[in-house]
């Protein structure tokens, strides 16, 4: 693989109201660096993409973002979120994920029914009213658009659900919680394109509502969805613009070449 | 907004559960632990009264031959000798393992090499059954069929160990067989491709590529069921005749140290020499467990590090 | 000899091998269910054991056995859950929980006779139990626990760690997330594993006979006062169980009917033990398929 320099570095700040943003972010596993000083702001009801080759450490970027690393790896630097540095060890990261919510790569149903999966969480937190809870079940499957296809059978089990359908019970079950951020990891990776084409669309509902970030392979996703792109490159974020920019006039040599397919 | 800045830097409900649940798995598996250390604690200092409050000398209890722990001998010594049992418990051990190994291999291959498919569907629930039987009911089998058998061919009482043998050897042979197995079929598929490849039979491949590959795993195996064979107590105490002598053969009644504890435990009072004397026994079992276990741990790690 | 006929005998033998593992398990079975069936009557099943006349029934036993598995159950699954628990979803990779492991493991190993004479020294001697279902279950528990929790520890495992991530990114404590949802994905391995070891119990004898005791006394059916000493719920009672009953009737000659009552109790022993074996698997997949599909 080509070596492109880590030290020249393209990276905008946002100028309208910030959702969070990330100074100096590195991660370790173990003796492995991860990721080197990722200094981020991601803007309030947009969606940033992260893109970036395997390995570049995008997930292990994103999922500091609600704490998920902490029994997985040593997060340093500065997580900003409502003013508070969310990394500090005297945050309750239970609260943070409240606000700040994450969909996996892979479609992570709980093995109970559609309608348990979604409620699930909610009661745990103190959500007891049944019109209530009806409530959210009807407007964030709505929100995922996924209630037209099981609104019928709202207690079977989420287990036979097809996987696009699965993932996005995961997407209405996060927007149930109502939370500020929504966090995406490669949400339409493992799915078909019928399926990704509903869930960029979901993706373009919740906008409205919530900051998402999302994790990417697909640039053509990347392009029609995100406001803002980051590029990544081994541990290290190397342009930050956006998305047209990014697109159109890359400022970096290897986002250039990464994103017309010229890569390594 | 500050209402949330709030709720962020305090604790909480998920807060006070997790405490509450580790402090409750933390609790049980604490007391596994203490469970484990007092059985270690009270076998040890029970066994040990023998040479250390009755003044025995450990020596004369492994190696001499009379086990009569209530009487004194010619020296005013008393007769702890507990040499027959061990010799005894070793050699059903041994030989039971011995028997049950062939048979053990031949289900495993044939389960593994052979007949992969079929073969399971019809011996997984063989060895399932065969472990599910209850010790007591291989010993009731083992004193109404196998030691009127040996009765009449061979003459005796038909007690003895070689009736303990037969039995020890049906009761550790789905022990090695599942192990077995497991460590055959751990062996790499394209080592069987290779050697077949290369114009072996199936036999060779077995012999010389398997079975090679997969010897450390399966002398585990042959150790857990000796393990099981030497700790047996009831099945054993049923056919082997009781009588604590130095065995002359396969069949003259004998004592293990499992059935002699299983006999003697009821009959003695506690805190006299018999008594204590038959705790030194159950040390030994103790022992003998902990050292079956440790050879497990060091074939294991000589097997991973030839790999 | 060429390598072909090797092959061939070879091959052979294990067939031979297998043939012979198969016709001892035909054999085993066959002469239990034969010998035992004709023995086992209503009668049978519910009348006293006798000590010096013929005739006698299981009727204590048979209640005994089934009473200490319920209350060793009660007493070590949520201890084998805690451990579970721990071993799954909090253990350090550390020294101590290999330790842990390795006492665990040597737990399992320990002769059943040993752990039994633990029993009768600690409970049924130290501490004045004297022989009683109590001190047996205590016993059995001990005998029970490494299994169960490593049939806890395994099931939990097995469930993916994708479920966790899901449970806490929701905001759920991490204990929450264990009870409330890799628990009850695990719960079919789980209950397959209680009904394995459950089987294991039922047929144990060995720690059982200096802690339970060998005696069967004459309970109360219908006291239903556990603290009332006539009544058949009294725990602190001596209780001999359907294995050691068919020890004591063989081991001690008194019985004059000995042969035909060990056969009928191995019977009934080993029918219990392969309804355990066959419920626990259908019963898994029972449960798997309503998991998986449409409720
Ligand atoms: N749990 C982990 N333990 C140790 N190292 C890890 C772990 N997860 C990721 N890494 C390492 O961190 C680096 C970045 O991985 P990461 O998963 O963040 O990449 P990614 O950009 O998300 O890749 P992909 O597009 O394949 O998902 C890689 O070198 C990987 O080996
Ligand atoms: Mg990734």
Redesign the interface.
């Given at each position: 693989m080509q070596d492109y320099s880590f030290d020249k570095t393209h990276i905008i700040d946002i100028p309208i109201e910030k959702a969070m943003t990330t100074e100096n972010l590195q991660v370790f596993y173990g003796d492995n660096h991860a990721m080197h000083d990722a200094s981020l702001q991601f803007s309030r009801y947009r969606i940033t993409a992260l893109i970036g080759a395997s390995g570049s450490g995008k997930s292990t970027y994103l999922r500091c973002l609600n704490r998920m690393n902490d029994r997985i790896a040593t997060v340093k630097g500065k997580i900003m979120y409502r003013d508070m540095d969310i990394n500090s060890p005297k945050i309750n990261v239970y609260e943070v994920r409240k606000h700040i919510s994450m969909v996996f790569q892979r479609p992570n149903p709980f093995a109970k029914s559609i309608r348990e999966n979604i409620t699930f969480a909610l009661k745990r937190n103190g959500i007891k009213d049944k019109t209530e809870l009806e409530e959210r079940v009807e407007s964030s499957l709505k929100a995922a658009a996924l209630w037209d296809e099981v609104k019928d059978e709202l207690d079977k089990s989420a287990l036979a659900l097809s996987g696009g359908q699965a993932q996005r019970l995961c997407i209405a079950r996060c927007v149930a919680m109502k939370p500020d951020i929504l966090l995406l990891d490669e949400p339409a990776s493992a799915l078909d394109p019928i399926s990704t084409a509903k869930i960029e669309e979901t993706l373009q509902q919740l906008r409205k509502n919530y900051s998402i970030i999302i994790v990417t392979h697909n640039m053509q996703q990347a392009s029609r969805i995100a406001d803002y792109t980051a590029f990544f490159h081994m541990g290290h974020v190397l342009e930050y613009d956006r998305t047209e920019k990014i697109f159109t006039n890359p400022q970096i040599k290897a986002t250039e070449d990464y994103i017309s397919g010229n890569f390594g | 907004m500050d209402e949330i800045k709030q709720e962020l830097q305090s604790s909480s409900r998920a807060t006070h559960q997790d405490y509450f649940g580790k402090a409750l798995s933390y609790l049980c598996i604490t007391f596994v632990g203490l469970l484990v250390l007092s059985i270690l604690y009270f076998i040890t200092t029970r066994g040990l009264a023998t040479f250390t409050e009755n003044h025995v000398s450990l020596w004369k209890f492994l190696i001499e031959k009379n086990w009569n722990p209530g009487v004194l001998d010619s020296h005013g010594q008393p007769q702890i000798g507990a040499l027959p049992m061990i010799v005894t418990s070793f050699s059903v051990t041994v030989l039971s393992a011995l028997v049950a190994t062939p048979f053990a291999l031949g289900v495993a291959l044939f389960m593994t090499e052979i007949a992969p498919k079929r073969g399971t569907k019809v011996l997984q629930p063989v060895i399932e059954l065969l472990v599910g039987i209850p010790s007591v009911v291989y010993g009731f089998i083992g004193l109404s069929v196998i030691v009127p058998l040996i009765r009449h061919t061979f003459g005796g009482t038909g007690f003895g160990i070689l009736a303990g043998v037969v039995v020890l050897f049906v009761m550790v042979l789905p022990t090695i067989t599942s192990l077995s197995i497991d460590s055959i079929k751990a062996v790499p598929m394209y080592y069987r491709s290779a050697s077949l490849a290369l114009g072996a039979t199936r036999w060779q491949t077995i012999y010389k590529v398997v079975l090679r590959a997969a010897t450390p795993g399966i002398m585990t195996a042959i150790i857990f069921g000796m393990a099981r064979a030497f700790g047996e107590a009831l099945a054993v105490q049923m056919v082997i005749g009781n009588a604590v002598l130095m065995p002359h053969g396969l069949l003259t009644p004998s004592s293990t140290l499992t059935s002699q504890l299983t006999t003697g435990i009821g009959n003695t009072t506690m805190g006299t020499l018999p008594n204590n004397a038959l705790w030194s026994l159950a040390l030994i079992l103790l022992l003998m467990s902990l050292v079956f276990n440790i050879l497990v741990r060091f074939i294991g790690k000589r097997g991973s590090l030839k790999k | 000899m060429n390598?072909?006929t090797?092959?061939n005998i070879?091959?052979g033998?294990?067939?031979?091998?297998?043939a012979?593992?198969?016709g001892?398990?035909i054999f085993?079975?066959g002469?239990?269910l034969i010998t035992g069936l004709p023995h086992v009557s209503w009668h049978f099943l519910t009348s006293a054991a006798q000590s010096f006349r013929a005739g006698g029934g299981i009727r204590d036993q048979l209640f005994n056995s089934l009473y200490l598995l319920v209350l060793t159950l009660i007493i070590s699954f949520?201890?084998?859950?805690?451990?579970g628990?721990?071993?799954s979803?909090?253990a350090p990779n550390n020294w101590l929980t290999g330790?842990?492991r390795?006492?665990?493991?040597?737990?399992s190993?320990?002769?059943?006779?040993?752990?039994g004479?633990?029993g009768?020294?600690?409970f049924v001697?130290q501490f004045r139990m004297g022989f009683s279902i109590l001190a047996g279950a205590i016993a059995l528990t001990?005998f029970n626990?490494p299994l169960l929790?490593r049939s806890v520890e395994e099931s939990l495992e097995d469930v993916?760690d994708?479920?966790r991530?899901?449970?806490?990114?929701?905001?759920?404590?991490?204990?929450?997330t264990?009870?409330?949802?890799v628990l009850?994905?695990a719960v079919p391995g789980i209950l397959t594993g209680i009904i394995l070891s459950a089987?294991?119990v039922?047929?144990?004898?060995?720690a059982l006979?200096?802690t339970a005791g060998q005696s069967a006394p004459i309970v109360n059916y219908s006291n239903w006062n556990p603290m009332s000493t006539t009544s058949f719920l009294n725990p602190m009672r001596p209780a001999e169980t359907l294995?050691?009953h068919?020890?004591k009737v063989?081991?001690e000659g008194v019985t004059p009917d000995a042969?035909s009552i060990?056969?009928g109790t191995?019977a009934v022993?080993?029918i219990v033990?392969?309804l355990?074996?066959l419920s626990a698997r259908l019963l898994g997949n029972w449960m798997y398929k309503k998991?998986?599909?449409?409720?």
């Open positions: - | - | 390598s072909k090797t092959n070879a091959t033998i294990i067939y031979v091998l297998v012979a593992v198969v001892i398990l085993l079975l002469y239990i949520p201890i084998a859950l805690g451990s628990i721990y071993l979803e909090y330790l842990i390795t006492a665990i493991e040597v737990l190993s320990l002769p059943s006779v040993v752990i004479l633990f009768y020294l600690l001697i001990f626990l929790t993916s994708l479920q991530e899901a449970g806490l990114s929701l905001g759920l404590s991490h204990w929450k264990i009870t409330g949802i009850p994905a089987g294991r039922f047929g144990e004898a060995a006979i200096y294995a050691v068919i020890w063989n081991t042969l060990s056969s191995s022993l080993i033990i392969l355990f074996n998991m998986t599909a449409t409720k």
